[in-house]
């Protein structure tokens, strides 16, 4: 990607990154065995690659676990590699891009962080399972200075999709593509409530999403004063209401559609 788009300065990860260094790494992510290997990540820890451009990234549920544990508040991994932590926001040129890690389960979502290594089978996936305590405090981020008329947030990165945000797309094709889905959107368990909360709450001109597997795009308009939202094929566009871009990204493999996202920043914060 930054081969063909050499004017790229920055790079967000929605997760499943996996900054595996060695084979004690390796165990702690959740995975099917046959999928466990090393790749090119301990090159960037040991100096021997640079990543070309500043990469931000949040966990997902397939993650060397040990290693995001321990930088909770965030941190880099690498030279240029920099991990948003659970929940977290940097500001890059002026750009305000906050983020959470994770994917939502309803049994663990009020405990605290209890995992630690060597995990068991049971707490290498409750470790990446989103706590209250996050969602809490990206809930209670401050608005940007008086009289500025921006987002409080410019972009956020989830791994979880926002639960309904299929409303605001084409759900149609969705549905073509993931004919399974249907269950879970008609049920309401297709993604997290509590982002969708933080989505309302904080109204980011942008979210980008993973972990489906599949790419899908929608447009939530907020109504001012409010943090109620309106689906884009019930509500009269106003131009004094805020919107948020939804982004879900595809896997990333040879043939997939994976497309370069400008956006517009500011030298000021």
């Not at 790749?39 to 990234?57: C, D, L, N, Q, R």
């Not at 949040?58 to 060397?64: P, Q, R, S, W």
């Not at 409080?152 to 593509?177: C, E, M, N, T």
Request: hydrophobic share 35%; aromatic share 12%.
């Amino acid at each position: 990607i930054i081969q063909r788009n050499p004017n790229v300065e920055l790079l967000l990860v929605c997760g499943d990154f996996q900054c595996v260094v060695d084979e004690e790494d390796l165990s702690c992510v959740a995975m099917p065995q046959k999928y466990r290997k090393l790749t090119t990540f301990h090159e960037y820890v040991s100096g021997i690659k640079v990543a070309p451009v500043m990469t931000v990234f949040i966990g997902g549920n397939h993650e060397a676990s040990n290693i995001l544990q321990s930088l909770y508040y965030g941190g880099f991994v690498a030279p240029n590699i920099y991990f948003l932590g659970f929940a977290g926001v940097v500001n890059y040129k002026g750009l305000r891009i906050g983020g959470v890690s994770g994917i939502f389960h309803g049994s663990h979502y009020r405990h605290g962080h209890h995992e630690k290594p060597p995990y068991s089978e049971s707490t290498m996936r409750s470790v990446y399972h989103l706590r209250e305590l996050e969602v809490f405090r990206l809930a209670h981020l401050m608005t940007r200075r008086r009289g500025e008329n921006r987002p409080i947030v410019d972009a956020f990165l989830s791994h979880d999709w926002p639960a309904g945000i299929w409303q605001y797309g084409d759900s149609g094709r969705l549905l073509k593509q993931k004919p399974y889905f249907r269950e879970d959107m008609d049920s309401g368990k297709l993604g997290s409530p509590p982002l969708m909360q933080l989505l309302t709450m904080l109204k980011p001109s942008y979210w980008f999403a993973a972990h489906l597997h599949v790419r899908f795009e929608a447009e939530v308009q907020h109504i001012n004063g409010d943090s109620s939202t309106q689906s884009n094929t019930n509500h009269k566009q106003s131009s004094n209401n805020s919107r948020t871009s939804f982004l879900a990204l595809d896997k990333v493999l040879p043939g997939r559609y994976i497309t370069p996202i400008v956006v517009k920043y500011y030298s000021t914060y």
